[in-house]
């Protein structure tokens, strides 16, 4: 919870970006977010959330989201801090759901040099939104905070290729152009 002039509100969220994406992973991620929502209504809208998500998680420069999105949440609170706890408390709890099932299902696949490479470019999109457009690293990089600390998410490799576009066809073509659309993933 932040507080400033007498206001207290919080902020938070979860959102999933997959390099190589299942159906099956990313409705049932929106799908847990979804409920977790809706036992908090009318305070907490879920619709909202995601499309806060969405809209956050997008880099302008490159015209694309991060990822498949999930629920994002900032100066949530109002005037009923104890409700809004409760929901900020509920989705804390339930945060490994909506992410170790995906774990245990995909935990043992193997995966080809090309497709590591693949992942270290697209960790480069993330490293670009986090030092670019996160307000959170933005915030600590301009307040003197612990520079190592706030670069501790970054991955430990990325890669960028110049002006890359994937074979058509491919699953890496489908991750542009299919799952990083917004979606109503929720609806299955």
Partial sequence: MLTHGGKAWFGGGGDLTPYYPVREDVVHFHQTWKRVCEAHAPLVDYAKMKKDCDDYFFLPHRGEPRGVGGIFFDYFGGDDLDA????????GDQFLDTYLPIVGRRK???????QREFQEYRRGRYVEFNLLYDRGTIFGLKTNGRVESILMSLPPAVRYVYDYHPVAGTP?????????????WAAG
């Fill in 84 to 91: 809004a706890f409760a929901f900020v408390r509920a989705a």
């Fill in 108 to 114: 043992g696949l193997e995966w080809t040099a090309a």
């Fill in 172 to 184: 890496e073509a489908e991750l542009t152009g299919y799952w990083l659309k917004p979606r109503d």
